[in-house]
Structures are given as structure tokens and as C-alpha cells.
């Protein structure tokens, strides 16, 4: 399975971006496909989450409302619509693939198996 996600850039507090997780390789349509962040200096966290099917989401709080993840079957991509973008969504942001159902494992970077190379994400006037 490869991942590439593309998209980020540079952005004013208040606007938005829309990245893509392009997916590729054998059975990967059974995986479901995560989106992290990590800021300088800190974690990589969980930013969303999307079953392959599309049944299941979930989202971390400092981003409900304002992002939105979605997928395309047809061309093996998932997006991460970000509105409403502030100073402390910059990041790098990655996408990742993981087989494990919906559940908690889903908010942890340690249940993925595949992660693509990133996106910067900067947020600035």
C-alpha cells in the first residue's frame, strides 16, 4: 500500500485548504484511512479518520466543525476539507492506513500500518 498526500500550503488564520491522500496497491480497499498532524516539537497527533466504505468517521475536538474528511472510491482518495484554518493547525500533515475497525485504536498512530510522506500546513498572516 503507498499513501501521497498533497495539498498543504500557506494560509491566512481564517481560510482553507483541502488536502488529498492519493492510495495505491493491492487490497486496499479494505484498509481505512487516517489523517495526523505534527506541529515542531510535538506529537503527532490524530486529526480524522475514515472507513474505506465510508460509514465510519471520527474526529479529533479541536477539529470538529471545521474540517471535514471524505473519500472517492472511484480514484482512491481521501480528503481533508480544513475551514476555518487558525494559527495552531500548522503542521506537517500525513495521511496513514490502517485495517483495524472502527474503534479508540482509530485515534492512535501506533494502529497504522502504511503512512504517506506529508504536507506542510502553515497558518499565517
Known amino acids: 500500500v503507498q499513501l501521497q498526500a498533497s495539498g498543504g500550503g500557506l494560509v491566512q488564520p481564517g481560510g482553507s485548504l483541502k488536502l488529498s491522500c492519493a492510495a495505491s496497491?493491492?487490497?486496499?480497499?479494505?484498509?481505512?484511512v487516517g489523517w495526523f498532524r505534527q506541529a515542531p516539537g510535538k506529537e503527532r497527533d490524530f486529526v480524522a479518520a475514515?472507513?474505506?466504505?465510508?460509514?465510519?468517521?471520527a474526529y479529533a475536538d479541536s477539529v470538529k466543525g471545521r474540517f471535514t474528511i471524505s473519500r472517492d472510491i472511484a480514484k482512491w482518495t481521501v480528503y481533508l476539507q480544513m475551514n476555518s484554518l487558525k494559527p495552531e493547525d500548522t503542521a506537517v500533515y500525513y495521511c496513514?492506513?490502517?485495517?483495524?475497525?472502527?474503534?479508540?485504536?482509530?485515534?492512535?498512530?501506533?494502529?497504522?500500518?502504511?503512512w504517506g510522506q506529508g504536507t506542510q500546513v502553515t497558518v499565517s498572516s
Open positions: 496497491g493491492r487490497s486496499f480497499s479494505r484498509y481505512h
Open positions: 475514515i472507513s474505506w466504505a465510508g460509514g465510519s468517521i
Open positions: 496513514a492506513a490502517t485495517d483495524r475497525s472502527y474503534g479508540s485504536s482509530w485515534y492512535q498512530k501506533l494502529a497504522y500500518d502504511y
